[in-house]
C-alpha cells in the first residue's frame, strides 16, 4: 500500500507539473497567480 501511495503522489506532482509549464507556456507572467490557484487547491 505505501507503494501504491507514493505513486499517487508521484502522478499528482506530475500533474502539477504539467499545469504549471502549460500555464508558464500559455500565460507567462501569471505563473505566480497560477502557483497561487495552485496552493489555495492543495
Known amino acids: 500500500m505505501v507503494a501504491a501511495r507514493q505513486w499517487r ?3 499528482i506532482l506530475a500533474a ?4 504549471v509549464f502549460v500555464g ?3 500565460m507567462g507572467t501569471t505563473i505566480s497567480t497560477l502557483l497561487g490557484s495552485v496552493d489555495t487547491s492543495l
Request: hydrophobic share 50%; no cysteine; net charge neutral.
Open 16 to 19: 502539477v507539473a504539467a499545469v
Open 24 to 26: 508558464y507556456q500559455t
Open 9 to 11: 503522489n508521484t502522478l
